[in-house]
């Protein structure tokens, strides 16, 4: 099982530039994504952005060119920075991890959530 804890959620002002950070703890995977979710009141839970062990990376049209995801192998953590930030980004904002284990996805693991708020 792999067991995700996150940081960083808070408020913050428009414009301004904030940065999550997901650490994954127990099983150890060669093969896997992992990335960042959010849901606020009225919207589906999307994707905001993912990257992989092979530093494959997808963003949500939202945010392309304000938030980078990037991960630091060494101590299994990934990291989102948000710079820019906009009201609309106001939201729960979710660690994901999905493992690949011989080309077929595993089961997934979420963080417990953090909050974030863009707002003056």
């Known amino acids: 099982q792999v067991q995700l804890v996150e940081f960083g959620g808070g408020l913050v002002q428009p414009g301004g530039s904030l940065r999550l950070s997901c650490t994954a703890s127990?099983?150890?995977?060669?093969?896997?994504?992992m990335g960042w979710y959010r849901q606020a009141p009225g919207k589906q839970r999307e994707l905001v952005a993912e990257t992989t062990n092979r530093d494959t990376t997808r963003y949500a049209d939202s945010v392309k060119g304000r938030f980078t995801i990037s991960r630091d192998a060494a101590k299994n953590t990934v990291y989102l920075q948000m710079d820019s930030v906009k009201p609309e980004d106001t939201a729960i904002y979710y660690c994901?991890?999905?493992?690949?284990?011989?080309?077929?996805?595993?089961?997934?693991?979420w963080g417990q959530g953090t909050q974030v708020t863009v707002s003056s």
């Open positions: 127990g099983s150890f995977y060669n093969n896997y994504r």
């Open positions: 994901n991890f999905r493992p690949n284990l011989g080309g077929t996805d595993g089961d997934i693991s």
